[in-house]
């Protein structure tokens, strides 16, 4: 019967404890009284006919009633002394409140005709198993279940055996594991989320942040930027996967870029010496130049705008342009 808990406390943060169900052990009624009982039985039933027939005789006879059944009670005590039955009643009946004069069961500090002491909810007749008691009454094992035990959050079914008590609620030990994978808690225990126990692992791939870097849960170590949150290492150049000096970085498209990057994608690298360009720029050919990086590629000067051509790729200067290509 119910009574044993279930040690399966788990570590923290989980909360989960065990608790014994307070139900008490089924119970029996004493045995009907054996052979003796079956005697007076029979020397009762007698009585009763003939009871019967003095009352239909009525007063025709000339002699009272009242008078000739107490000497037929009379003679009956008698014999019944002399078999070693006492004839007077066991006592009242606790549900009908008429003497027994039978068989009579003892349950529950009180007497009973056999045939009366019944499940308090279905009416199913207790005399010949176990019964349980709840506020003087008493119930069959599945209707005081269904009454009285505690319930299963999981399955709502009655807890009739051990019990784990959880998140402020009761769970069939067997019915307490991870609302999203099923499987049973470890000695790592469980996390809660909306009144549910989930695995670690499922907790945090359902409800942890993931990284904007690699996608993966962010448990401890992180940082915050560009409106998301980042495993310090994974906070590196979209580009060439550096971390950042200083802490500075450049943005483009949601993504962290070194200024190298950023400026290459961006196009606003020197053509020259292949430096990001800051400042004052010049775009000349589709390509931008520091103005001390636009020089003539023949004699290093510095190109003035509308004063230089292009060859191969390369600017010059119009006499260096003129001795070389005409």
């Known amino acids: 019967g119910p009574g044993l808990g279930v040690d399966t406390t788990a570590s923290p943060p989980s909360a989960m404890s065990s608790t014994p169900v307070p ?24 009585l009763g006919h003939t009871q019967s027939k003095l009352a239909a005789a009525g007063q025709g006879a000339g002699v009272p009633a009242e008078s000739s059944l107490d000497t037929m009670l009379d003679s009956l005590t008698r014999d019944l002394q002399e078999l070693g039955i006492t004839a007077a ?3 009242l009946c606790a549900a009908c409140r008429k003497p027994i004069a039978g068989k009579v069961l003892t349950a529950l500090g009180k007497t009973w005709h056999p045939e009366h002491f019944t499940c308090a909810r279905c009416g199913q007749e207790l005399d010949k198993g176990p019964f349980f008691e709840q506020g003087g009454r008493a119930f069959c094992e599945e209707d005081y279940h269904q009454a009285f035990s505690p319930r299963c959050a999981y399955c709502t079914g009655p807890i009739r055996e051990k019990v784990l008590t ?17 499987k049973m808690f470890g000695d790592e225990g469980f996390l809660e989320r ?19 870097g690699c996608e993966r849960p962010v448990i401890d170590n992180y940082l915050s930027a560009l409106q998301g949150v980042w495993h310090t290492e994974c906070f590196v150049c979209t580009e060439c996967l550096t971390g950042f000096t200083g802490g500075s970085f450049f943005e483009l498209e949601g993504r962290p ?15 020259g010496c292949g430096r990001p360009v800051t400042g004052c720029c010049i775009t000349a050919a589709g390509r931008r ?16 705008k509308g004063t230089f051509h292009e060859s191969g790729d390369k600017m010059y200067c119009q006499p260096c342009h003129d001795k070389l290509f005409v």
């Open 166 to 182: 959880a998140l402020e609620q009761t769970w069939h030990p067997e019915h307490f594991f991870c609302a999203h994978c099923g």
């Open 23 to 46: 139900v008490p052990k089924p119970l029996l009624p004493s045995a009907p009284h054996t052979e003796a009982a079956r005697q007076l039985d029979e020397l009762l039933a007698d």
């Open 89 to 91: 009643p066991a006592g």
């Open 289 to 304: 130049y520091h103005p001390e990086h636009f020089t003539c590629t023949y004699c290093l000067r510095r190109l003035h």
């Open 257 to 271: 870029y070194c200024e190298l990057h950023f400026h290459q994608r961006q196009g606003t690298i020197c053509h």
């Open 194 to 212: 909306n009144g549910k126990p989930y695995c670690h692992q499922d907790f945090l791939a359902m409800f942890a942040p993931k990284c904007q």
